[in-house]
């Protein structure tokens, strides 16, 4: 089963399958607060512990909050320029990811983005390595394609 | 109860001193700090032996960096404190130096800050967080997607956003002190190379090495010591924020400037409208727009008509960064913050020469440290 030689680079934020892949967050059950990234230590709104905190899947879809093309970076796994944006996922959350497409060109902010899963090559061992990425929907298409490293 | 700077005994800078900040070279620390507090200690008229502790900003020289550098001043068995707040340590040596002397604890208090490039290791890298972007996102990242979200929701061009850097980099040429002495034009700040979104290079702060020293004093030391209390400004209000949480995609930089601010006017007994000038964390062109509009200044979306129509330039309503601000005079770390408060005494003193900001009273010292802390100060001379 290729599912099962596939791992993902940021083990715990999301899961490694489907097609809109959700993401990991954190339910606090003490006041309701919804984060994301996940964290073990404690509710940063009404400060919780960690029992009183719950993984809940998020949904990849959200809309575009702000974007930039990044010609300079200290963070692995990518060559610039490249492309973050700042999402305000359709569950509450705001997040900031990669998005398929290189440059901003014909991005907007507004535009509607859902997750995918994007190769990061392979080991010799033949396991794949996936990271989570943004897509856009209205702009970028020709680029996303290019970039989208279908499995 | 709780009390503020305002209800404790004055406070007032009667010395200041920095050592130029400039490209990272093979000028030791100490020499970079002794500079500082020497120019400080002529400044006030001050002996070392008068001087009763020690605050220092620092976050790249490593551990215990101050006793090893004030030695050569004479060992008076003083304390002294490393202050590691990132961006803002300075801001936040001298917080606890004011507090000092406010309190009763130290007549005589030195807050200063030095600095050497080298390895920036950040503490919450290693919290145990891991998040999608991770080193990806550096701060200048931080800044041009804020920058984006900004000129979309106000309709604001690049151009406008760089006009910033252009401001900044006359202030800086009339600054003996700053990395960067070049009046640049609209067209030099746009120029390449791109480093993040819209931001270019000249957008972007240098960091190099450097030294600001500050002393405070009481009255009663000022009295005792035959100090001059026409050059020695008050310091009317002294907070430290961090980050709350705040909802959905709000811009949090703006929103702990915002609530720092205004919690420092009320401890001062002033408002926007009476800051003669201001030292803004300017460390990305776009923050000084968002940041002035935090402070009230002028309404959210209108800090680049303030900066077109010359309200922030030297001579204007209210100077923004008359030193050069982060983007030219440079941002060393640790004595960036401390080098806020050494402006903002020379121009309330009327001796900024060039860049003097005319009939200053009134000014505010803003400064924001990752992690995510903002430090604001008021100084205002009687
Ligand atoms: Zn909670």
Known sequence: MPELERQVAHPGLYRASGEQPALIGQHCTGCGHLAFPPNPYGCEACGAQPEALEKRELAGAGELAAFATVHLHMGGGIEAPFTVGVIV??????????????TDDGLAIGDRVSSVLVSQGSDDEGTETVELRFIPHSSGSAEDSRVRGEA | ????????????????????????GDTPYVTLGLTAV??????????????????????MLGMAPTRPMLRHLGATGIPMAQVENASASGSTAFAQACLEVASGISDVALAMGVDKPGPMAIAGAKAGIRDLVGARVAPFTHFAL????????????????????????????????????????????????????????????????GAAAVIVASDDAIRRL???????????????????????????????????????YEQAGVGPQDLDLIECHDAF?????????????????????????????????????????????????????????????????????????????TGLAHMVGIGAVCVVHVLQRD
């Open chain 1, 89 to 102: 996922l359709d569950d509450g959350p705001a997040v900031r990811a990669t998005l398929t497409c290189p």
């Open chain 2, 1 to 24: 109860m709780a009390r503020t700077l305002r209800e404790l005994r004055p406070v007032r800078v009667v010395g200041i001193g920095l050592h130029r900040y400039q490209r990272a």
């Open chain 2, 38 to 59: 020497r120019e400080a200690l002529a400044d006030a008229g001050l002996q070392w032996r008068d001087v009763e502790s020690v605050y220092n900003g620092t976050a």
């Open chain 2, 146 to 209: 804020l920058s984006n979200e900004y000129m979309h929701r106000y309709g604001v061009r690049p151009e406008q956003v760089a006009q910033v850097a252009v401001k900044n980099s006359r202030n800086g040429a009339a600054n003996p002190y700053a990395q960067r002495q070049k009046v640049r034009s609209l067209e030099e700040v746009l120029a390449p190379p791109q480093i993040s979104g819209t931001l270019t290079r000249l957008q972007c702060c240098p960091i190099g090495e």
């Open chain 2, 226 to 264: 035959g100090l001059a209390a026409s050059r020695a400004p008050r310091v009317l209000a002294s907070v430290t924020r961090t980050e709350s949480v705040y909802p959905g995609a709000k811009n949090f930089d703006a929103e702990l400037t915002s609530e720092t601010t205004s919690l420092a």
């Open chain 2, 285 to 361: 062109a776009v923050e000084e727009l968002l940041y002035v509009e935090a402070m009230g200044l002028c309404g959210e979306g209108e800090g680049a008509a303030m900066l077109a129509n010359g309200d922030t330039a030297i001579g204007g309503r209210c100077a923004v960064s008359a030193s050069g601000g982060l983007l030219s005079m440079g941002h060393p770390i640790g004595p960036t913050g401390a080098g806020q408060i050494c402006e903002l005494t020379r121009q309330l003193r009327g001796e900024a020469g060039p860049r003097q900001q005319p009939e200053a009273r």
